[in-house]
């Protein structure tokens, strides 16, 4: 296909100049190849906890955060690397989750003998498939499972976890680096559709390939694999040479120093291949991220505001498991009705980020963007306590989910274009995989 036929189709969905067309569409492939993988996988992880009882999934969700707090701080570390490109680390931590992929898949099929046996018509044996839900009360559900099959898919939920922000919170790193607020503004949206599309795409494989069991693991990482061969091209400009895209900015917003005196640009604004850019690898680099937020009032209030939005992310989640749990007692139905939720969802976050969020962002700006959720979400509250039902859970969270993948997100990636690099590479991923939604 020729360039002037390609600008004009993207035209349709999004306002793009020729020489962010290649950072563009590499970007949305990236994000497209990672949420497929997440969601590839994301039915097999939730009905693995389950099978563990209901009553532990809070214990999951702490699991998760206490192993985010320690990793978070060392995927910034990579990044601090001597001669070590962003563009090239990024690439290490896609590959990274690949492979960590691939041993869970032998390890998952080892815990699974007699339990997940594949054919080309399903899984035999489901029936007699464990589902913790005798338990869902009890603590100690999972106790009436061998610690081999427990420890995996404890494993697996707590790393999918991981694999969802880090690699998230990576990439929007990279992609807010060579992007300012005004072109944030125009591509953001049609980037977040590029992982609405990888939502679709690996839903409908999990909810028709159910099935396969923990052979959908294999797919996901393979999909990881190209997320990696993607994200090399974020930083580039296939219009005027190989290497690395100068920033899309030319200065940040005006910026006070410490001492109160306007920053020049050139003091708060490096390249990617500037001598700035190229931080000093410290021990201490682990704990920059966090020393940065907790030195910015303004960083203190975006992490309090991704705080509350995990909170209440959590919340549904449970509710939605609980529901899942409850009305379906087989294995395969629960990992496709997972997925047939997740399509249903990311139809109507695509639609809305193909059409809205760009206009949105554009004429109503960041404030109302960011305040859209916690609206949505005081709304939901209220009817979930109004009316306890499985059809409005279901409505809830649908709702609650497109306003933050269609107005929301975008918005809150806006609020790191205008921090210093340091705070983007640091900083951002700290509060990103501490508190994402």
Not at 225 to 247: C, T
Not at 332 to 354: D, E, K, P, T, Y
Request: aromatic share 12%.
């Amino acid at each position: 296909m020729g360039r002037p036929r390609l600008d004009a189709i993207l035209s349709v969905f999004v306002t793009v100049h020729p020489h962010e067309l290649h950072a563009l569409l590499h970007s949305a492939s990236c994000f497209f190849f990672i949420l497929s993988a997440y969601f590839v996988v994301l039915p097999l992880r939730d009905e693995g906890a389950i099978s563990l009882g209901l009553s532990n999934l809070p214990s999951l969700f702490i699991g998760s955060l206490a192993l985010t707090l320690i990793a978070a701080p060392l995927s910034t570390l990579i990044f601090s690397l001597p001669n070590f490109s962003k563009t090239k680390a990024l690439v290490v931590i896609h590959r990274f989750f690949s492979v960590s992929l691939v041993v869970f898949f032998f390890l998952w099929h080892s815990s699974s003998v007699g339990v997940d046996v594949v054919s080309p018509l399903g899984v035999k044996a489901e029936a007699d498939l464990p589902t913790g839900l005798e338990d869902s009360a009890n603590p100690g559900g999972w106790t009436k499972h061998g610690w081999y099959y427990v420890s995996v898919r404890i494993g697996l939920f707590l790393w999918v976890a991981l694999l969802n922000l880090i690699t998230i919170s990576s990439t929007w790193a990279r992609i807010i680096d060579v992007m300012d607020s005004e072109s944030g503004s125009r591509l953001f949206g049609f980037i977040g559709a590029g992982a609405t599309l990888g939502q679709l795409f690996g839903s409908l494989f999990a909810s028709g390939m159910a099935w396969l069991g923990s052979f959908l693991l294999l797919f996901a990482a393979f999909l990881m694999e190209l997320a990696a061969q993607s994200s090399k091209g974020i930083g580039k400009d296939a219009s005027h040479s190989p290497e690395e895209l100068s920033p899309l900015r030319t200065s940040d917003p005006n910026q006070q120093s410490e001492n109160g005196t306007e920053a020049s640009p050139t003091s708060r604004v490096a390249t990617p291949k500037s001598p700035q850019s190229k931080m000093k690898p410290q021990i201490s680099a682990i704990l920059d991220g966090l020393w940065l937020i907790l030195s910015s009032t303004y960083l203190q209030y975006v992490s309090l505001f991704l705080w509350l939005s995990a909170v209440v992310s959590s919340f549904f989640y449970f509710q939605k498991v609980t529901v899942i749990a409850l009305t379906i007692t087989t294995s395969i139905g629960r990992r496709r009705m997972f997925a047939q939720i997740n399509s249903f969802i990311a139809v109507f976050i695509l639609a809305g980020q193909l059409t809205l969020t760009g206009r949105i962002l554009t004429l109503a700006g960041v404030t109302i963007a960011i305040c859209s959720a916690p609206v949505v979400a005081f709304s939901n509250l209220i009817a979930v306590a109004v009316w306890p039902s499985w059809m409005v859970v279901a409505i809830c969270e649908t709702l609650r989910k497109v306003v933050s993948y269609v107005v929301t997100r975008p918005g809150r990636e806006l609020l790191f274009t205008v921090v210093s690099q340091d705070e983007k590479y640091k900083a951002k991923v700290c509060e990103c995989d501490l508190w994402s939604a």
